[in-house]
């Protein structure tokens, strides 16, 4: 029963910068795998970033590798998601969510279904 709130979300031009928030609460936030997923109206929940425990180990989607960097501070409990150069298509609901059994698993977790707690979601709108 992790508590996971994001912020930080809003409105920008295409090319801006946004830097999401996602707050811990209820759980052990260093021992968990984190992730960042998108959802676009009329579109599945897809896969943004993760971070392991220690921060030493990152994944990214193909569509944001190279402007969007993920990074978490386990003393405050947080992780965030810097997006730079942002287009258009990067519009959707941010959610922040936490892998609990991420210390089972050989490959981190880039699947929906693997994550069990959720955050209630950011919008983020980028206009042209």
């Known amino acids: 029963q992790v508590q996971l709130v994001e912020s930080g979300g809003g409105l920008v031009q295409a090319g801006g910068s946004l830097r999401l928030s996602c707050a811990a609460s209820g759980g052990t936030f260093s021992s968990y795998t984190m992730g960042w997923f998108r959802q676009a109206p009329g579109k599945e929940r897809e896969f943004v970033t993760s971070?392991?425990?220690?921060?030493?180990?990152?994944d990214y989607a193909d569509s944001v590798k190279g402007r969007f960097t993920i990074s978490r501070d386990n003393t405050k409990n947080t992780v965030y998601l810097q997006m730079n150069s942002l287009k258009p298509e990067d519009t959707a609901v941010y959610y922040c969510?936490?892998?609990?059994?991420?210390?089972?698993?050989?490959?981190?977790?880039?699947?929906?279904?693997?994550?069990?707690?959720w955050g209630q979601g950011t919008q983020v709108t980028v206009s042209s």
């Open positions: 971070i392991i425990w220690s921060g030493g180990s990152t």
């Open positions: 969510a936490a892998d609990q059994q991420a210390y089972k698993r050989r490959v981190v977790a880039t699947r929906a279904y693997e994550y069990g707690d």
